[in-house]
């Protein structure tokens, strides 16, 4: 994964500052993201007393959005949410995840994949995650550091 521009991030910024409704600015955030970070989905989640609640996606089914996922029952998410640095899951971690029969072109389990997220915070407190999957095993990288095995 390369970084993000200064342009790349000026040009989020103007996008988020010139959005109408919050879920035009997710539409824009989503989109910013696959623009710069090949991924085949990518999921906008807020977190509300202990369960985080899909505000936007991209590359999922649309009933996506009416799912709630309870950190306790989801150890991916919950890794996430955990962190303060993006995680990258290895592609042979055994942690089930959590939009297994969600992608419109397979069903039921996932095969191997690249499986990413980062913990979004504001004032040093979590208000949610971004994840990010794509089906080319090894294409969402990141430092050594924070990787999952």
Do not use: W
Request: charged share 20%; net charge negative; hydrophobic share 45%.
């Amino acid at each position: 994964m390369s970084p993000l521009s200064h342009s790349a991030l000026l040009q989020l910024a103007v996008d988020m500052a010139n959005s109408v409704t919050a879920s035009d600015r997710f539409e824009r955030l989503l989109n910013t993201v696959r623009s710069h970070i090949q991924c085949d989905a990518v999921v906008l989640l807020r977190l509300q007393g202990g369960v985080l609640k899909p505000l936007a996606q991209k590359g999922l089914h649309r009933e996506i959005l009416g799912r709630r996922f309870v950190l306790a029952e989801h150890p991916r998410l919950d890794t996430i949410y955990s962190s303060t640095v993006p995680v990258r899951f290895s592609a042979d971690c055994d942690l089930p995840d959590p939009y297994d029969g969600m992608l419109p072109e397979h069903e039921g389990d996932l095969p191997i994949h690249a499986c990413m997220g980062l913990p979004l915070l504001a004032d040093d407190r979590i208000i949610g995650v971004l994840t990010m999957d794509s089906m080319l095993p090894g294409l969402l990288t990141i430092s050594p550091a924070a990787r999952l095995n």
